[in-house]
């Protein structure tokens, strides 16, 4: 099934509003998850609006309408309380401070704590690139990760963003989870029935589980075990590099803004009343102007890039990428021809609109 | 051989003064050099200061004594021309710099160009933390790294640190290289004799290398092949997000500043005139108060590394470790003990004192 944005756009921020999101923060919401989509980013975009949103809007872990606070509003900083509402709308607002900041004067940073999920963490930092900023975007999640030789998850993939504007090439954009790959992409593997590589996830005697089915149950039943950190098991590869980075976000995110570390997010059980996940996250913005002429800068971006592109490559590849090119080009394709979407996905939806009383009008 | 770190620093420092360099210029550059040694940071310590500086300012390579230019000084940014000096003393100047804007205005950032390489990253981002400020040091270096898919170096092993204060714990230390391992640890493993893992260095077909000595002579030759990103080849792994990384580090260092990449940094090639390496640097402070009581943030940084500690471990496992606990460890130890050289470290700097005709006195 291949959908347009605009349709699908629409009926995400639909389903938001009719389980009590106001207007403009479903339309920033369902914004994010296509724009996912959209990218190609599948496990971000609307697969996870029911599960992810729309069904903890309902349970009330997530606030339909929240009272969001600007605890601290300086030059260069500030911190908001996102009042446990959806983590998308909250994020815009904090990721436009930053911008605004920078723009006065020449950096700027926002911490966001009391949120929720914020889907790719590349949205808010991308936000930067029509500004001529370089944007940043990190949040802390679920304890999905173990770090270096634990073999019980205590830190998210906590993913990092960075978008830096370039010339007639794309812009730079950097959106990765600190772990080996992020817990959507096991999601993804599920649903294709494809076998996980060794390196993503161990199970509780550490040893490395393939099945992505299992891997989803484990961690529904918040068994031990979890995704390895970036550079996988032990210090061999340097798995404490990537554990090292999600610690970083954890710092950036929780502890600069007052909120709970990633193993105390998501605080719900089955049987007990509906508690805020509590996860936080850390934007910023630094203008380009600020240390150079913007167009030295964006011709500087093209050449690196090119550079890039022209290496030699290993026997088998014939394309070397830069981060941000594959969506961009996804992006384009997606933008006309529609966005495919997976049969479970369309099904979950479908369930979704009927228990909302709303149009499937795909 | 075991030596006090006041006696190595008080001889690299007299080395590097009998060549031209400045005092303070070269005391701040034994410092940094003997810090490595002590954090147990061995790969980046005095066993680089014949081959790395000495004779490169010999060879008029660095500038001794370079003319430093601060070519933009605002609010919470500025950019500095390093003139081609040593890259350790303008490194240490830049991070002050950002320190007191994070002191005046929450957050700093610096950036320099024209410089050269500038020891441990991490030495840079701690010093922010007897400022009560998270520290963040970049810098791009020599083309070492391939891009994913590619079979020539382009990247350097453009490190990333940084440094947050803690309370009773050690502060959190984040200082890596964004490839798998840094170049210094192959230097590590030549003078050790030890095979390589597969996954750090490939050679010019993308085939594992094993062999120190040939990684080391490949990289001497300029021939093709290289380190891999952390994550390692091709991205079932994500070697293309330790590629990701080392481009967010060339464009803070190099592109911000004006500076070239890192490939094309270290123009010199025998036979040709000496030309300036042209590395170029980042630094970073955020003013821990200006989000959040210091007091509370130290208190949740223990919390996090406790729980952290306290996590269950994998079969042969004892311990979990945060960031920067190690060398914190190894550097109270070896201020106690003095610092172990390897034999093959000492000949080649009694060697450099014999040709500068100093003492050897250790």
Redesign the interface.
């Known amino acids: 099934m291949q959908v347009q944005a605009n349709a699908l756009r629409a009926f995400c921020q639909h389903a938001l509003q009719e389980v009590g999101v106001e207007e403009e923060d479903a339309h920033i919401t369902a914004t994010v998850l296509v724009e996912a989509d959209l990218r190609g980013i599948i496990s971000h975009g609307v697969a996870r609006l029911r599960q992810f949103y729309v069904d903890r809007v309902r349970d009330g872990k997530i606030v339909a309408r929240p009272q969001v606070h600007v605890l601290?509003d300086?030059?260069?900083?500030a911190?908001i309380d996102a009042g446990g509402g959806l983590g998308h709308p909250v994020s815009h607002r904090a990721m436009q401070m930053a911008i605004q900041k920078a723009r006065d004067?020449?950096?700027g940073?926002v911490?966001v704590r009391n949120s929720n999920h914020y889907g790719i963490a590349g949205y808010y930092a991308t936000m930067a690139l029509e500004h001529d900023c370089?944007g940043l975007s990190m949040t802390n999640s679920s304890p999905l990760v173990?770090?270096?030789?634990?073999?019980?998850a205590?830190l998210g993939t906590n993913p990092i963003a960075?978008a830096?504007p370039a010339g007639d090439e794309y812009p730079?954009v950097?959106d990765?989870a600190t772990s080996?790959?992020p817990a959507g992409k096991i999601e993804v593997y599920d649903r294709l029935g494809k076998p996980l590589?060794e390196?993503w996830v161990?199970d509780e005697?550490?040893q490395p589980v393939t099945d992505a089915a299992q891997a989803i149950e484990h961690r529904r039943q918040h068994a031990?075990g979890g995704h390895l950190p970036?550079?996988?098991?032990g210090e061999?590869?340097?798995g404490?590099?990537?554990?090292?980075?999600a610690?970083?976000v954890?710092?950036?995110c929780?502890?600069?803004?007052?909120a709970p570390?990633s193993?105390e997010t998501y605080p719900n059980r089955p049987g007990r009343k509906p508690q805020p996940a509590q996860v936080s996250h850390f934007f910023g913005a630094?203008r380009?102007e600020?240390?150079?002429p913007l167009d030295?800068?964006r011709a500087?971006?093209d050449?690196?890039q090119r550079?890039?592109k022209d290496?030699?490559?290993?026997?088998g590849?014939s394309?070397?990428?830069?981060?941000g090119e594959k969506e961009y080009i996804e992006r384009d394709r997606r933008s006309r021809e529609g966005i495919p979407l997976n049969p479970k996905v369309v099904v979950d939806l479908q369930l979704m609109a009927e228990e909302l009383r709303i149009d499937f009008d795909l």
């Open positions: 601290l300086a030059p260069a900083t911190v004067l020449g950096v940073f911490t370089i173990v770090p270096t030789f634990g073999r019980v205590k960075v830096a730079y950097l990765m080996t790959v590589p390196g161990i005697a550490g031990e970036l550079g996988g098991a061999l590869l340097s404490h590099k990537g554990y090292g980075l610690l970083w954890e710092i950036f929780a502890l600069l803004s007052g570390c193993y630094w380009v600020q240390f150079r030295e800068f500087a971006m050449d690196l550079e890039l290496t030699p490559k290993v026997a590849q394309r070397i990428y830069v981060h």
